[in-house]
């Protein structure tokens, strides 16, 4: 069972979240102009570490709010809690946002917030 | 039942000393059973094969033993980190049926189920095949139309399929509560009767010994460490017992695939999520079917050995641990006492689980990749088991032509690409 550190509300039980998967994944806003494989790639490839994963959580029986974990997924610990639209500061959750594959693809090429 | 149009493979077992039989258990009881021939080698790994599967489990196997039968690759290995059949191939609750919407998914489990029927008898192990029949309960009038338009879809695709009543349900499985008055009530279900169990460890065994018997090696506690290539071509495999020279590789590696992948540098639309199951203290048998409810979401059937067996859903969150979180089984615990009171006196056994990977469609991927030689067979989420002969059959097929057959081709990786998903969220019984 994992407790989770809400940013709002203190640590908290597991069955007071929702996991929504992995951060950091931004929308191409010019999808007309990428290719299929690209926009396939954002709507369905997903990072799937073992080890540091960046992810998305939602208070979602408390105060209802996201915020961002970077979570072991091996071990399960919790390595640091950001906010939505930050990036992770500590050294294991910045060396798994830069190494990840999704940094270098069209898709993030072609996201507006980049 | 025996489908004769799939090609089952032959040339294992030939030996008549080495099959199992009333005769060879005769023969062993003389010389006080200490004679029995090892059912594997310990094979260590040679220099060079002409295919290598990474993956010890049923589907590893079942594709070495259909290479080695049906495409006659005999010089062939099967890699496994750990020891055969022990991860998800003997961790899930060994359900096996195919009624399943799409007609493409109907194919290949169907596929499947054909090669169930009769697979004792092609491996010369008893398999513990037991078609009890599947049967998938409605709580609401909304999921019993569904169910009844399911029922419909796969009877057209010639698999058989039947909606029951409340009181035919209660005829079937007399243990089950049909009560109006739970939260949940029974109001009516589906059934496939072809539809059963198999002993997980067995399935395992079997194809082990079957595919050894032909020559090819299993090579247990060999850790695969890297993927190695020149340009856009497979060479080899770096191992924790070194280099070995190979052309083709197919990986089957269910809860590990994104990490495969990974080295080998493509990406898969994979997430690795624990399956739970857990077994209650073993009673005298009460259930001799499978019972499965998507709504209060778990599904269960009484093992040989008298254990209760159940199961769920994945948890939320991605995981490589084998462990998962409390509230899975609490919940599934909740849902199997409210259709069976009875099951509130007994206590837990053994509770576990195992790294699964599920795909945004529920459908497996069986598929070449971009770099030659590689295949993957993976995205079985939550299950594989059912599938185990006919994925096999199928990638063996793949890897020996270096082209989908017309089951594998839906299966193929541009799905993602092209979004010819094939939408089986709803076909599991219960939920992913």
Known sequence: M????????????????????EAHISRPLANNKISDAAFGEYLFLRDNPKGVFLERWRHASGCRRWFNVAR??????????????????????????????????????????? | MVASDIDRGHGALNDKKKRYSAFALARN???????????????????SYDAVIIGGGGHGLATAYYLASVHGMKNIAVIEK???????????????????LWDESASIYEHALKLWEG?????????????????????SD???????????AIRLNGIDSDVMSPAEIKKFVPCINIDQSIRYPVMGGFVQQRGGTARHDAVAWGYARA????????????????????GRKIIGIDTNMGFIKTNKVGCVVAGHSSVMADMAGIHLPLASRPLQALVSEPIKPILDTVIMSNAVHMYISQSDKGEMVLGAGVDKYNSYAQRGSFPVPEHMIAAAVELFPFMSRLRMLRHWGGIVDTCPDASPILSKTDIDGLYFNCGWGTGGFKATPGSGHVFADLIANDRPNKIAAPYALSRFETGFLIDEHGAAGVAH
């Open chain 2, 119 to 139: 697979l004792a008898q092609d491996l010369n192990f008893n398999i513990m095949f037991s078609q009890r029949g599947v049967l998938t309960i409605a709580h």
């Open chain 2, 29 to 47: 009881a003389a010389s006080y059973h200490q004679d029995w021939q090892r059912a594997w080698r310990k094979a260590s790994p040679k220099a």
């Open chain 2, 142 to 152: 909304h999921e019993l139309k569904e169910m009844s338009r399911r029922v419909h």
């Open chain 1, 2 to 21: 994992l407790q989770l550190p809400c940013p709002y509300c203190g640590p908290r039980d597991e069955l007071e979240f929702s996991c929504g998967g």
């Open chain 2, 211 to 230: 595919a050894d018997d032909m020559g090819v090696d299993i090579i247990q506690n060999c850790e695969v460490t890297g993927l190695r290539r020149k």
């Open chain 2, 82 to 100: 750990g020891w055969i059949g022990g991860g998800n191939t003997g961790r899930n609750t060994t359900i096996i049926r195919s009624n399943y």
């Open chain 1, 72 to 114: 072991d997924t091996v071990s399960h610990d919790i390595l640091e809690v950001y906010a939505m639209g930050s990036k992770p500061r500590r050294t294991a959750g910045k060396k798994a946002y830069n190494n990840s594959w999704r940094r270098t693809t069209a898709a993030e090429a072609a996201a507006v917030n980049k």
